[in-house]
């Protein structure tokens, strides 16, 4: 589809467009000529009388904006009810609806992934209010910008009793000292703040602004989740927005849509006068039928082949659709940018070739700072310490793939190799170490190999956290009293005043005995206390026959555990 036709799709209509070009030719020529008077009155007559030349001119400049801004864009939803996606806050009954319905004004943050509807859901819940709406992305504003917003904003409430809601795009953005600029107005009232983030909100918003969403009513704080958007979702969304861009292209001719599969959602659409093109997440309404084709009472529509779903699009085969419902991982702005591509594809176009292209066309969505970085760590480690190997290099390649630093890795494997084998094996830090030196001294891609072996090994390796635990309750008590003073017995002597102060007298050297022998290295306060458990020791430890049987049946093959005690193989929970 070329550029021009994609234009043509939001230009209301061809002969307004030729009206546009009409109405400059009427004020630029001069008047002295008699074919000028002919060709202005032969304009005239294509033009609507009503219609004015600033007006056409208007409309074919708002066309031309519109036309040049993404397909996700120009689609947005309308309505809360156009909304696909997070239920949870969309439906009636919904936390987020209920603090609509009762006309709640505090702030509220969106949390949630890229392309989930938080700018989307934060407009239309502004239309459903009668304040004004403005927005700001901290990613290009400061503080300047907001005070500028704030002083209009506390004008027109005096003026107006017009209430002011502020929608700050990434707000995690903004460090402490611009976020803490919001608090005296939030406070105050002359300001609503709705933020949009990605991150989690407990780390990077600071406690002052997250208390200044506190429900006055539920007392709960206004942080709503928004979950990354489901298969089905995005298949809603690109059926839908395929679907539109057809039928409200004008230069192409007419053609039969598919008949829907049966577990498509299926919503008539509520108001068939708009001329704007379909939100980016309406939802999905019936094919409209052919207007010199006789309607059958049953709005049944022609059938096509079900590789190729969008007769108008031949090129968007089946196939193409379930690979594009795949990369956008659920974004549904990533969705529709890849549609975009699609349809702007020639007719004939391979459908390898294309698949190919929409491949290398998706950037991996991954944060080396933010959430996704510190959840695949974690489930590297956990999978490390849970003994799952294969889980362990998925994760491990998910890492490196998205262009992680092998030395992070390295650096976390060194920790696991004494937090979580420890003492069970003592090859398994050195390994680790070694490892880390030679992503140092390789680097990607070869260094993926020794990050493989060592994670491997450390999968494979006897667990044990005696030293790591041991440490943890030594810790633990140190922090009780550090002023407690070193026993005598075990202090140091290297002065003959020290000697006679007390210093390591009646200390034995172990070395000089032919047997044990015992000295007192604890101060008092501890003496008996066991620090270092002994090998074997499950004191302390949960013993849960659910969660055994549990690992029995999945990754014993239901074969009972070689350690169980003999009383509990009756199904016994007590050891």
């Known amino acids: ?53 600033l007006k056409r001119l208007r409309i074919t400049a708002s066309s031309r904006l519109q036309s040049a801004a993404p397909l996700a864009e120009r689609l947005r ?66 503080i300047a910008e907001v005070r500028a917003i704030v002083e209009e904003a506390k004008s027109l409430l005096a003026l107006t009793g017009r209430r002011t809601i502020l929608f700050l795009d990434e707000v995690h953005r903004f460090n402490k000292a611009q976020q803490d600029i919001f608090l005296p107005f939030l406070e105050a009232g002359h300001l609503q703040l709705i933020g949009a983030t990605t991150e989690n909100p407990s780390f ?40 539109r861009v057809s039928e409200d292209d004008p230069a192409k001719p007419w053609l039969p849509l598919p008949t829907p599969s049966p577990n498509d959602l299926h919503v ?38 079900p590789a190729h779903p969008f007769a108008a699009y031949p090129q968007f085969t089946s196939k193409v659709l379930s690979t594009i419902v795949a990369l956008s991982t659920g974004d549904a702005r990533t969705a529709l940018s890849l549609v975009e591509l699609v349809v702007s594809a020639p007719k004939d176009a391979d459908e390898a070739k294309l698949l190919s292209s929409l491949r290398r066309s998706v950037a991996t969505a991954y944060d ?61 830090l050195p390994l680790a170490m070694s490892t880390y030196q030679a992503c140092q001294v390789i680097g990607m891609p070869e260094c993926r190999i020794n990050l493989a072996h060592l994670v491997s090994y450390l999968s494979e390796a006897p667990k044990s956290t005696r ?43 172990n070395p000089d005995y032919a047997h044990p022998v015992t000295n007192d290295y604890l101060p008092i306060q501890f003496q008996g206390d066991q620090f270092l458990r002994k090998e074997g020791d499950t004191s302390g430890k949960i013993w849960d026959e659910q969660a055994l049987r549990e690992w029995e049946l999945r990754e014993n093959k239901g074969q009972s555990w070689s350690g169980r005690p003999p009383e509990t193989h009756g199904g016994s929970d007590n050891v």
């Open 268 to 305: 008539p659409d509520a108001d068939d006068s708009f001329s704007d093109v379909a939100s980016s997440q309406p939802d999905i309404e019936e094919p409209l039928p052919h207007p010199n084709e006789p309607t059958s009472t049953q709005g049944s529509t022609a059938s096509t082949d």
């Open 368 to 428: 080396r700072g933010g959430d996704s970085h510190y959840d695949m760590i974690s489930a590297l480690h956990k999978s490390v310490r849970g003994s799952q190997g294969s889980a362990a290099l998925y994760w491990l390649a998910r890492m490196l793939t998205a262009g992680e630093d092998p030395l992070y890795i390295a650096r976390r494997m060194v920790v696991c190799a004494s937090e979580d084998i420890g003492l069970a094996d003592n090859h398994a």
């Open 77 to 142: 939803p309308r309505s809360l009810e156009e909304f696909v996606g997070q239920p949870h806050l969309t439906e009636p009954g919904s936390l987020l609806r209920s603090h609509l319905d009762r006309g709640a004004t505090g702030s509220i943050i969106f949390w949630g992934p890229p392309g989930c509807g938080k700018t989307t859901l934060a407009r239309l819940l502004a239309k459903r209010t009668d304040a004004v709406f403005k927005e700001l992305s901290a990613t290009d504003s400061g």
């Open 204 to 243: 990077r918003l600071t406690s002052a602004l997250l208390t200044c969403t506190i429900d006055e009513l539920t007392l709960l704080r206004s942080v709503f989740i928004l979950e990354r958007l489901s298969d089905a979702d995005i298949t809603k969304i690109v059926t839908q927005a395929v679907r």
């Open 467 to 509: 030293a790591y635990e041991g440490y943890s309750r030594a810790e633990e008590a140190a922090k009780l009293d550090p002023s407690i003073p070193v026993p005598l017995m075990i202090r140091n002597a290297p002065t003959g005043l020290m000697k006679e102060l007390g210093y390591a007298r009646g200390y034995r050297y």
């Open 1 to 53: 589809m070329s550029q021009a036709s994609i234009t043509s799709l939001f230009t209301p209509s061809g002969k307004a467009h030729s009206a546009s070009q009409s109405s400059y030719s009427y004020h630029a020529q001069p008047s002295n000529s008699k074919h000028t008077h002919t060709r202005k009155r032969s304009e005239a007559e294509d033009v609507p009388a009503d219609t004015t030349p």
